[in-house]
């Protein structure tokens, strides 16, 4: 089947303004968009430029808006696209640097500002800190997120304020605060209840939908609500 | 150089569907309702205080039924969504729900909406 995909373009060093450019490609239908993507920079253009790393959804470096939805251009094929034309943009929310490719700074600031690591201060077991299969469970959704930032530049609350710590911040803050292991829980939901914090999440759901990990974000978000009103993260 | 951060219109052409188009609505509805009041503190303002023409004027836009029609669509759709998104967010547990709950909130807004426009126009219909 012939495709035709069209790509936000923009080259910082041609002085030219964004804009779009077509190329029309013989594609599979179980072609990836990633895969199409690397066909035109290696046979009609060498200049397009793109995040790509591991192309099997693991590393979340392709995030792209593909026909207006945040998706990793490695986990979508063309069939289900259901068109033959595709529209490729940079994720919303964050500087364009060239072509696809977006200053994740800001994105990373955020994620940085929820203390995404494991916080004891207790000394350690012999062994190991035992952990049950249920608390192990309590927090195993938010274990997938690979920081592809789908979910935090679908969201309209993020494109208004970058400083607010978006989704993906919050599932990271969600995934120790919710950990039997860890002791930094209070400090976490002191930072997520502040001005920049989970309250400016309007419960849209645009992240949800985005995951490509298919975690339920908004839950998550709202667990984290409740545990700040609440005090209690039970 | 990089672009600057710009979303601008590009933000409302994101394809986040049926949960996207209801938070949007929320926000409009949310404006109207506040354009709503404040034409009838003016108008009210204006009536006791003038008594003039502009009063008037501005009571026959606003009791007309065509306009009351609008403005009981958009507090019922104001309060059931805000309602939905309350109980959304008291218990995430139902967030998982949240596809049911948007077709629940349907299913109570188009009988009640539909009775309300029906009583109307046949009050109307009545001359009451």
Redesign the interface.
Known sequence: MEVTLKIFR?N?ESGKK?HYEKYTVEAEPTDRVLDLLEYIKGNFDGTLSFRRSCAHGICGSDAM?I???NRLACKLLVKDLHGAQITV?PI??????KDLIV?MEPFFENYRSVLPYLINDEPAPKKERLQSPEERERFDDTTKCILCACCTT?C?SF??N?KYVGPAAIVTAHRFIFDSRDRGAAERLKILSGQFGVYRC?????CT?ACPREI?V??AI??V??AIGTGSLE | ?????N?GL??I?????G??LA?ALHRISGLAIVLFVGLHVISSFFMQQLGSDIATALNTVYESIYFQFIVIFIVLFHALNGLR?II???W??L??F?REATWLQWLIFIPTYGMTVTIMILNQLQGG
């Open positions: 923009y910082p964004p808006r026909n207006g939805q943009e919303l929310g964050l500087r364009v640097i200053d679908s309209p494109w208004v970058e309007h419960t849209i759901f645009n939908t339920e908004t839950q709202g667990e609500k409740k | 150089m990089a672009l600057k951060r979303v590009k933000g052409k994101y394809r986040g569907g949960p996207m938070w998104v959304l967010d008291l995430p547990q967030i998982k949240q």
